[in-house]
């Protein structure tokens, strides 16, 4: 069946430093994918999302990349700072669809 | 704008009870979705409500249930729990003719089940 996943469970950055996120789908049915950040207590909260005819899109410090051949998403943060940490999760969702199909995330770690 | 708001924010049931979880969502929001999040997992989608009506169904039990209300506020109602009921529930709303995409999530209700 259809599944969203993430390579790495845990990441551990310096402030300051770029962190990329990474996860793996594979339902090439998916036209939507979305990223959301988790903070401990908290629902999780959109940051941003891309459609599957655009490779790359850009927020205020966060670039989502899209490979469809290899049926990868990426979440890139730049300038990393410590109230990024938090868990970090993709989804993917399709044209007609109605729920999200989230992976089990990765926890970003921002240090001082 | 309160956003998405559920409530309780905690519960403890014992196995066997039965639970009602309540959820109002984000003004101009008309769709509610529930999703049950496990410990280190992420969240798995129940079911979706629009015009009061349960539209699409993920894979749990017959014991997962709900409702929406006119004014668009929905339950989720558990029936004879089971201790792998506990879990983060979550709510999420989306605007008319929006995608899931745009959908807002609630806070949560933690649920222990006993």
């Known amino acids: 069946g259809e599944s969203v996943g993430l390579h790495l469970p845990t990441l551990s950055v310096q402030e300051g430093d770029n962190s990329i996120i990474n996860c793996a789908y594979s339902n090439s049915a998916s036209d939507y994918f979305i990223w959301y950040k988790q903070e401990s207590g908290k629902g999780p909260q959109f940051i941003i999302d891309?459609?599957?005819?655009?490779d790359k899109r850009q927020g205020q410090r966060v670039t989502v990349l899209l490979n469809k051949t290899v049926k990868h998403l990426s979440l890139q943060i730049a300038a990393t700072q410590p109230g990024d940490s938090a868990v970090y999760f993709c989804a993917e969702t399709w044209t007609g669809f109605q729920k999200l199909v989230f992976g089990t995330g990765t926890r970003l770690l921002v240090s001082p | 704008d309160a956003g998405v708001t559920q409530s309780p924010t905690h519960l403890i049931k014992t196995r066997g009870q039965q639970v009602t979880l309540r959820c109002s969502p984000k003004s101009g929001h008309d769709t509610v979705s529930w999703y049950q999040q496990a410990l280190g997992q992420g969240p798995q989608f129940i079911f979706q409500?629009?015009?009061?009506?349960?539209?699409q169904r993920g894979n749990f039990p017959d014991r997962f249930s709900g409702h929406q209300f006119p004014n668009y506020s929905s339950e989720l109602n558990v029936n004879a729990l089971l201790l792998g009921d506990s879990a983060l529930y979550l709510c999420?709303?989306?605007?008319?003719?929006?995608?899931?995409?745009?959908?807002?999530f609630g806070q949560g209700t933690r649920l222990t089940v006993v």
């Open positions: 891309i459609r599957s005819n655009m």
């Open positions: 409500y629009y015009e009061e009506e349960e539209r």
């Open positions: 999420a709303s989306s605007p008319p003719g929006g995608v899931n995409t745009e959908a807002f």
